[in-house]
Each structure stands twice: as C-alpha cells, then as structure tokens.
C-alpha cells in the first residue's frame, strides 16, 4: 500500500534557525511524484516543489532546499535561517504513476517560527 | 494570472440542508480534483474529473455527495442531506495534466453543519 509519513507533528523553531521536516513515504511502484505544500494560517494550500522518482538531484529555491533519497524513501525539505512568515503547516505528497490523479498526503507537519 | 476559484469561503448551514460547493479551475487546465481535509482523515481525494468527465469517484463517502462539472469552467459538490460530519474544508485544484504537474489548489470552502 502506498502511504507517506511526516512523524513530526509540530516543530517550534526561534527565527534564523535552520529546519528540516521529514518526509518518508511508501510504494513498490518505480515511477511516482513527490510534492511539497505550504498551508499558512490563512488555509489556502500552495505547491511548493515536485520531484520526480528518477531524479534524485537535490534542489534549492532560496531558502528552501529539497533532498530526495530513493534508498531510503525521503524527501525531507529545509528551510534555512527561518522567519516568522515560515510559520504554516507543511505537507508532503505522493503520486503515483499508474494510480491517476491521486495525491496521496501525510498527516502535515506543523512548524512554528518564534521571533 | 487567476487562480483556482471556489465558493463560498464559509457556509454555516443546518443537518439536512443541501450544500453546494462551486468551483472554477485555472483556463486551460484538462484536470479537476476535489479534496477534503479534516483533522481525523487528513487531506482524502473525493473524486476527479478529466475534460469535464468524472475518472475516479471512489474517494466520494457516500450517496449524500455528488459532483458534476458542466464544463470546462465550473464544477460543483453537492451534499444532499447533509450532516454534522461533514463538516470539513473542502478543496478543489485543477493541473493541466496529470503525472509530474502539480495540482493548484483554491483557497478551500470551511463547510460547517450544525
């Protein structure tokens, strides 16, 4: 079965300091799409980065770095030197090559940033 | 460029009225999808559709729940009777395909049923 897990429920970092949130997901299928989605305060869900499961090259965006690592199923994103407006709660997501449309979520990992 | 476009942002309504949800995705986007979020379940895919035409309903819970897009623009759910455990956000995105695109989501419906 396919499933992906964000053991962290809730992280609470001081401003400037670096973050990783996990993501470990799960599925016998070879080819399929990791997201990252950002769900601010305000409720909206907005798409972060896709990766595809034949890439593993690691990307920066800023901030925001992505490492995806087939041999061990993760796809853990950082975020460096945080701000307060990094507070949201993070989402990571599957999908499948051969099952459509699905995206298939974790449960979200929600961070804090404090000033 | 306009997002995904759905409404109302809030309804509050009574156990056993009919709710509609409407939805309007990105021009030119083949893909239309229904999301539901709760705190027990998590975000669960509730059906989607492709040009218009429903693919995969299986994520709809049960009969009180239909969705019908009729046409390129606009989408509806539909909960009919409805119930206080229905009570969610709901969220509708569109992407031109399928495979590696992402899914744009709108700003989601906070559905509650009293």
């Known amino acids: 079965a396919q499933k992906v897990t964000q053991a962290q429920t809730e992280i609470s970092v001081v401003e400037k300091e670096d973050v990783t949130l996990d993501c470990v997901y799960e599925?016998?299928?070879?080819?399929?799409?990791l997201f990252w989605y950002k769900q601010p305060p305000s409720g909206e869900l907005v798409f972060l980065i896709r990766?595809?499961?034949?890439?593993?090259q690691n990307e920066i965006s800023g901030r925001y770095s992505w490492n995806f690592q087939k041999s061990t199923s993760s796809f853990n994103f950082t975020i460096t030197a945080s701000q307060v407006v990094d507070s949201a709660v993070y989402f990571c997501?599957?999908?499948?090559?051969?099952?459509?449309?699905?995206?298939?979520f974790g449960q979200g990992t929600e961070l804090s940033v404090k000033p | 460029d306009a997002g995904v476009i759905q409404s109302p942002r809030h309804e509050v309504t009574e156990m056993g009225q009919e709710v509609t949800l409407r939805c309007k995705p990105i021009s030119g986007h083949d893909y239309l999808f229904w999301y539901r979020q709760t705190m027990m379940r998590g975000l669960e895919l509730l059906i989607y559709?492709?040009?218009?035409?429903?693919?995969?309903d299986s994520g709809m819970p049960e009969d009180r729940f239909s969705a019908k897009m009729p046409n390129a623009s606009f989408s509806t759910l539909k909960i009919q009777p409805s119930e206080p455990r229905d009570s969610a956000v709901y969220f509708c995105a569109s992407s031109p395909t399928l495979r590696d695109q992402p899914q744009h989501f709108g700003d989601g419906t906070r559905l509650s049923i009293l």
């Open positions: 599925t016998r299928d070879t080819t399929y799409y």
């Open positions: 990766r595809n499961s034949f890439d593993e």
């Open positions: 997501a599957l999908r499948l090559y051969n099952q459509g449309g699905k995206l298939i």
């Open positions: 559709f492709n040009n218009n035409v429903p693919i995969d």
